[in-house]
């Protein structure tokens, strides 16, 4: 009973993501808003701190886009602004979200037509030099969270 | 005895006319907005853009609708894409009365945003949205109108550039005539709801 309850707990960290060997952020709501045609993308993730120590996402790489780069959309006096970011900090044993209208990963130049349903992977870069592979779920354009 | 009658009836009947003419000139200010007004603020729809059909059209083609007028362009991943979902969102909480309102989404970038790419972008969110471009002039024309920045420009050494440009969603009644404004963090239970007004106003 013991060892099924580990086995399940086991999959369920599996499930929402990762598990890098050494790396102590987790991953979940990771998805992608894919527009049409060759449009860059946002993609979204919520990331966690498990370790003791800060962190700071510093970047990511994929396969299936030509770029990957770290955002932060605002809106302060009516006007909407975006602004490239080079490290986000998350704090140990914290939270960092990455949502609409916030941060997000800009993708760019899809290699291959990404269409909704599909599970895109990402390999998230910190500061430390550690990586942390993600799948993001392709959503459709008029998504407004990873799930309806 | 009869003649006082006709002076209380054409006291009656002016003062019922002073009710109807007050009336008429507060009618714009009369209906309970939850949004921002703008009416006398900003001046009535106008332009001569093209459409995501390649048509050129003008203000009047929309008039009898209610219009969501909103800048933006097609290579904004974030902030336009956030807006256009929650205004489906919208669209959807008017249900039959969604017919009667159009979501004009004006290019700040004609250069890329051809009618094409336009028509693809605006369909992959609401079947109410029509996309718009232009000349340079007539999107700046348009913009200068409604007094809705844009600026797109390097900002750093490494490729590192900054977009800005207006987030105001600006409503529009039947007639043309500049109501309320809205935003992308309004809640859509009050967007939805001034749009309800002036939809059942018919005004």
């Avoid at chain 2, 929309?62 to 336009?80: E, M, N, Q, S």
Wanted: aromatic share 6%; net charge neutral; glycine share 8%.
């Amino acid at each position: 009973m013991k060892r099924r309850a580990i086995l399940l707990a086991g999959l369920l960290v599996a499930g929402l993501a990762h598990a890098d060997a050494g790396v102590p952020v987790t991953a979940s709501h990771a998805w992608i808003r894919v527009l049409p045609g060759n449009l860059p993308a946002g993609a979204y993730v919520v990331l966690h701190n498990d370790g003791a120590k800060p962190l700071a996402l510093t970047g990511a790489d994929t396969a299936a886009y030509g770029e990957a780069m770290l955002h932060e959309s605002s809106s302060t006096g009516g006007v909407s602004r975006m602004r490239t970011i080079d490290a986000l900090p998350i704090p140990a044993h914290g939270t960092r979200t990455l949502a609409p209208g916030g941060y997000h990963l800009m993708l760019m130049d899809a290699k291959h037509p990404v269409h909704p349903g599909a599970k895109i992977r990402i390999t998230l870069k910190f500061d430390d030099g550690s990586t942390l592979p993600v799948d993001f779920l392709a959503r459709p354009a008029s998504a407004l969270s990873d799930k309806d | 005895m009869k003649h006082p009658r006709v002076p209380r009836l054409a006291l009656f009947l002016w003062a019922l006319a002073c009710c109807l003419l007050l009336a008429g000139c507060q009618h714009h200010e009369a209906l309970p907005f939850k949004l921002t007004r703008i009416s006398g603020h900003m001046p009535d729809l106008q332009f001569r853009l093209t459409d995501d059909n390649g048509k050129t059209v003008t203000a009047d083609d929309y008039r009898g609708k209610v219009v969501l007028l909103y800048f933006g362009y097609t290579h904004c991943p974030d902030v336009c894409p956030l807006t256009l979902a929650h205004l489906h969102v919208v669209m959807q909480q008017l249900g039959k009365q969604a017919d009667d309102v159009r979501i004009l989404f004006v290019s700040v970038d004609p250069t890329r945003d051809t009618p094409q790419a336009l028509h693809e972008y605006v369909r992959a969110f609401d079947k109410h949205t029509v996309g718009l471009t232009g000349s340079a002039g007539a999107i700046e024309a348009l913009t200068k109108r409604y007094r809705a920045a844009f600026s797109r420009e390097p900002s750093g050494k490494d490729g590192n550039y900054e977009v800005s440009h207006s987030s105001a969603i600006y409503v529009f009644d039947r007639d043309g005539h500049a109501r309320v404004l809205s935003t992308p963090i309004t809640p859509q239970a009050d967007l939805v709801h001034d749009l309800k007004l002036l939809l059942d106003s018919g005004d």
